[in-house]
C-alpha cells in the first residue's frame, strides 16, 4: 500500500517533475504534487509525495528530512489526514 509523505519548505522553483526525480532516489514514486496558489499561480513551499510502499516512504524521510533540496532544508514527514475545519 502506498504512503503519502508532506514535504515543506521548498524551494518556489521545484517542479513537480524535479521533485519526483529526487525523492526516486529513495524508491519508487507513485506521485509526486507541489501546490500551487489558485489566485499567483505561484508555489506555496510545500507538497505531497506518495511512495509505492511504506518501507520507501520511511527510506525517503531518513534521507531528505532536514537535508538540503534545491538550498532549502527540507521537512518530510508522514502527511497527516485532511483536517475537517466543520468540527470546529
Same mark, same amino acid.
Request: net charge negative; aromatic share 4%; charged share 50%.
Given at each position: /500500500?502506498? %504512503? *503519502?509523505?508532506?514535504v515543506g519548505n521548498l524551494s518556489f522553483s521545484l517542479t513537480d517533475e524535479k521533485l519526483a526525480e529526487i525523492f526516486a532516489q529513495a524508491g519508487n514514486v507513485v506521485s509526486a504534487e507541489i501546490l500551487m496558489d489558485r489566485q499567483t499561480g505561484r508555489s506555496k513551499g510545500f507538497a505531497f509525495v #506518495? /511512495? #509505492? %510502499? #511504506? #518501507? !520507501? @516512504? *520511511?527510506? @525517503?524521510i531518513q534521507m531528505f528530512n532536514g *537535508? !538540503?533540496?534545491?538550498g532549502r532544508p527540507a521537512v518530510v514527514d508522514i502527511a497527516r489526514p485532511k483536517r475537517d475545519d466543520r468540527d470546529r
Open positions: /500500500m502506498s %504512503t *503519502k509523505l508532506y #506518495e /511512495m #509505492e %510502499t #511504506e #518501507e !520507501d @516512504a *520511511k527510506n @525517503a *537535508k !538540503d533540496i534545491e
